[in-house]
């Protein structure tokens, strides 16, 4: 198995650019989660969706975010208009069970650089 | 209440000595305790996971030790060796269908040689 894959794996971009930060979870995985590290703030939830419905988006920091996930194997993270304060690094994680007492698999992240 | 607090946020140890991390949760609803490791341009990766039903589960060097009175659960890397040089994630959970884990602030340990 692969793992879980984004990409892309590094992105450099100037304030006000929109980036999209791509996911393809493990197959058969039935949830999917993005995370946001950074050293002030540690592993942030942003959000996570069940079977492709997105359960709980509190995480999102603002409308700036927005996620989809069309279909079981690809979710997408965009921010529209990029700020400097958004650098840090992305995770997907992704993980198949019927409770919570089962493994998420991370991805190796997205080191996104907003000059 | 859904915070799991982690400490201590950095950590030195010298090569075969026991390196502790502690965290503390207040949500008597989780039932689902894991600790992640997370090794420089990685994503972070599940080390060792406890339920509360028992108090200690080992696995080779590693101890999680839970204490559900006192809503507290640490790790214990015994013989630490400077490979086990990583940042520490511990997290909680509720029982539910989406997995959803409650992460702490991470600890980073250097073990020297």
């Known amino acids: 198995d692969a793992g879980v894959i984004q990409s892309p794996r590094h992105e450099v971009t100037e304030m006000g650019q929109e980036v999209t930060l791509r996911c393809k979870p493990i197959?058969?995985?039935?949830?999917l989660f993005w995370y946001r590290q950074t050293m002030m703030r540690g592993l942030e939830l942003l959000i996570y969706?069940?079977?492709?419905?997105?359960?709980?988006d509190s995480g999102m920091p603002e409308d700036r975010f927005s996620a989809k996930m069309p279909n079981a194997s690809f979710s997408t993270l965009k921010i529209q208009p990029s700020e400097p304060r958004d650098s840090a690094v992305y995770f997907c994680?992704?993980?198949?069970?019927?409770?919570?007492?089962?493994?998420?698999?991370f991805g190796p992240g997205t080191r996104l650089t907003v000059l | 209440q859904q915070q799991v607090k982690q400490s201590p946020q950095s950590l030195i140890v010298q090569k075969g000595g026991i390196s502790i991390i502690n965290c503390a949760y207040e949500n008597t609803a989780f039932d689902y305790f894991p600790w992640y490791q997370q090794f420089p341009g990685k994503g972070p990766a599940l080390l060792i996971a406890?339920?509360?039903?028992?108090s200690e589960k080992k696995e080779g060097r590693f101890t999680i030790s839970f204490n559900k009175s006192a809503k507290q659960f640490s790790l214990h890397i015994m013989d630490s060796q400077p490979g086990d040089s990583a940042t520490y994630f511990c997290a909680a959970s509720r029982p539910s269908n989406t997995g959803k884990l409650i992460f702490g602030q991470g600890t980073t340990l250097q073990v020297k040689p």
């Open positions: 969706f069940n079977n492709n419905v997105p359960i709980d």
């Open positions: 197959s058969g995985h039935n949830s």
């Open positions: 406890i339920r509360p039903d028992v």
């Open positions: 994680a992704s993980l198949y069970g019927a409770g919570a007492a089962n493994e998420q698999f």
